[in-house]
């Protein structure tokens, strides 16, 4: 079985700081890994993935994520963050070779002004 | 491409009544998956179908919901009856072919409420 943890219900942080959202998974095989964000009203956005290579991967909007094998997280991460950047925002995993994916339950981030 | 398109968007029935939500798909994608999303268990995976062909229907909650693929461009997931606890946002996606790096594609969800 596949599965997402996000430890965080939600994060606040402060508009020009850096933020950082944290995701660990479980799987068997090699794991995929995607961010997903939701504004209100509106279905889940793809923002970055994490498939083999380097294990820093850069998405839109000027997010990041970090692939950690042996902590088994993909943290997500911006340097700077905007008020628009308040949503909530889901880690995703997936079996390579399957494609049934597991959401985590969500972290909501609140960039205050 | 229009995206993936649900209807509707708002849904507010009465207990022990049929529900039907619709789903058209991103043209190409052969992978389309039904979700429901609540406070209280987040996103859940209902059921997925690939070339119009169920593959794992192990989230469906129980007999009274079902979903259907007839063709690559719609899909429908039906409750029948209804019951209050079934008040969800219910999300499609789909996603390209097997082989791809698999990020779905969602639609902007049809919010139910049964009261």
């Known amino acids: 079985a596949q599965s997402v943890a996000q430890p965080e219900d939600q994060v606040n942080v402060a508009e020009g700081n850096p933020l950082t959202v944290k995701c660990t998974y479980s799987?068997?095989?090699?794991?995929?890994l995607f961010w997903y964000v939701q504004y209100p009203n509106r279905g889940l956005q793809f923002l970055l993935k994490?498939?083999?290579?380097?294990?820093l991967v850069k998405g839109s909007y000027g997010f990041e994520a970090e692939f950690n094998k042996s902590q088994t997280s993909f943290h997500l991460k911006k340097p700077s963050a905007l008020v628009s950047d308040s949503a909530l925002y889901f880690c995703?995993?997936?079996?390579?070779?399957?494609?049934?994916?597991?959401f985590g339950i969500g972290t909501k981030l609140q960039v205050i002004p | 491409d229009a995206g993936v398109i649900q209807s509707p968007r708002h849904e507010v029935t009465e207990m022990g009544q049929e529900v039907t939500l619709r789903c058209k798909p991103i043209s190409g994608h052969d992978y389309l998956f039904w979700y429901r999303q609540t406070m209280m268990r987040g996103l859940e995976l209902l059921i997925y179908?690939?070339?119009?062909?169920?593959?794992?229907d192990s989230g469906m909650p129980e007999d009274r919901f079902s979903a259907k693929m007839p063709n690559a461009s719609f899909s429908t997931l039906k409750i029948q009856p209804s019951e209050p606890r079934d008040s969800a946002v219910y999300f499609c996606a789909s996603s390209p072919p097997q082989g791809s790096t698999g990020e779905l594609f969602f639609g902007e969800g049809s919010r139910l409420t049964v009261l």
């Open positions: 179908f690939n070339n119009n062909v169920p593959i794992d």
């Open positions: 994490y498939i083999t290579g380097d294990n």
């Open positions: 995703a995993v997936r079996s390579g070779g399957y494609q049934k994916v597991t």
């Open positions: 799987v068997s095989g090699n794991p995929y």
